[in-house]
């Protein structure tokens, strides 16, 4: 059945109708019902009189109106920090491609928009404006908007790794006695799970499970769900944390601690220790690796989907076998002098023969 709707209060009017057992939904391009209706009807007609041609219907909407769709959209699909990030990246992209129509969009437009970011922003935050664009226009293609996306092919900009940051035994020790309870049990927590932030500050009672020794996340990064081991200091803390709400790390009226910046800034400048909160979630995978662990195993407890995104953590591997090894230097040469000097001195003698 035809019929014109908004998607939200005050928004643009769509029209919704089905065209050789096609539906089609398109942006009318007014906020009048009336208008609305009369593009529908004027629509219906060409459809009975066989004038209608689906290539040559109203052009497609500008990137401003179909953002209000999109984030109706994501609001309802996608996880708050996730479509609160979106809206923060349209606010970069709107008043670049905000007037121009989709299928208007072109590759040249998104390269010079690249270049003229990169002079600003890092690369990484340049790669997720341009996939969030690139993910809108896949959706007005899944909604009939669009016949394709312009920019399919458009790809990221190379990201430089970076140095992984992680906290020796000392630092870890300095900075969970800089912090006071709750926000010491989150970074305790989050110092033996590898849970990311979020993960850690909404984590509830019913997924820790202490007789089986087993903590369930399901609202995960990549959706899928993610099963922790407890090992003994978690067990001993979660028994201690009082249970004022259906929150592990509950404030007095049963709220999660969602906004921890100011803990953790009071933290890092008490320990003296330097480093983001994401660095707690390297220093369990590093201090895994360093250990023996393999890296299937890791990616595995952090929640990755490939085996590339642990492959920063296997250089570790090597340099602690090589830093253990070579322990045997000090204890080997400690008896009579040393005994890389006596090796070195019969080489001596063995090219003077």
């Known amino acids: ?116 970011r990169k002079a600003r922003v890092q690369p990484a935050t340049i790669n997720r404006e341009v996939s969030l664009l690139k993910r809108m226009l896949n959706l007005a293609v899944e909604w009939d908007i669009i016949s394709k996306n312009p920019i399919k092919k458009v790809k990221k900009l190379k990201e430089p790794a970076g140095p992984v940051r992680f906290l020796e035994a000392r630092e870890m020790r300095k900075l969970i006695d800089a912090c006071e309870p709750p926000f010491q049990w989150i970074v305790i927590t989050a110092l033996n799970t590898g849970m990311r932030k979020m993960e850690v500050v909404n984590l509830t009672w019913p997924q820790v499970d202490l007789a089986r020794g087993l903590i369930t996340l399901t609202a995960t990064k990549n959706g899928e769900t993610r099963h922790l081991p407890i090992n003994r200091t978690l067990q001993t803390m979660f028994q201690e944390i009082p249970r004022v709400s259906n929150f592990v790390f509950a404030k007095k009226d049963g709220n999660p601690y969602v906004n921890i910046n100011k803990a953790w800034t009071v933290a890092r400048e008490k320990s003296g220790v330097w480093c983001r909160f994401h660095d707690l979630r390297h220093t369990f995978a590093s201090h895994l690796v360093m250990n023996g662990v ?60």
Not at 42 to 67: C, H, W, Y
Not at 308 to 334: I, N
Request: proline share 3%.
């Open 1 to 116: 059945m035809a019929r014109v709707f908004q998607r939200k209060p005050g928004g643009i009017f769509y029209l919704d109708y089905t065209y050789n057992g096609r539906r089609i939904k398109e942006s009318a391009g007014t906020r009048s019902r009336r208008e609305a209706e009369k593009c529908l009807h004027s629509r219906m007609g060409d459809i009975v009189q066989g004038k209608f041609n689906l290539e040559s219907r109203k052009p497609a909407p500008t990137l401003f109106e179909f953002s209000e769709q999109y984030v109706e959209w994501a609001r309802q699909n996608k996880k708050h920090s996730s479509w609160v990030r979106d809206e923060n990246s349209l606010k970069r992209l709107l008043p670049v491609f905000g007037t121009e129509r989709l299928t208007k969009i072109n590759p040249f437009m998104v390269e010079r928009y690249k270049i003229d």
């Open 294 to 353: 393999d890296l299937m195993t890791v990616k595995a407890l952090l929640g990755h989907k490939t085996l590339a995104m642990v492959q920063r953590y296997a250089h570790l591997s090597g340099e602690h076998k090589m830093k253990a090894v070579s322990t045997l230097d000090a204890l080997l040469s400690a008896k009579d002098g040393s005994l890389l000097a006596h090796f070195a001195e019969n080489s001596a003698r063995s090219n003077m023969i």
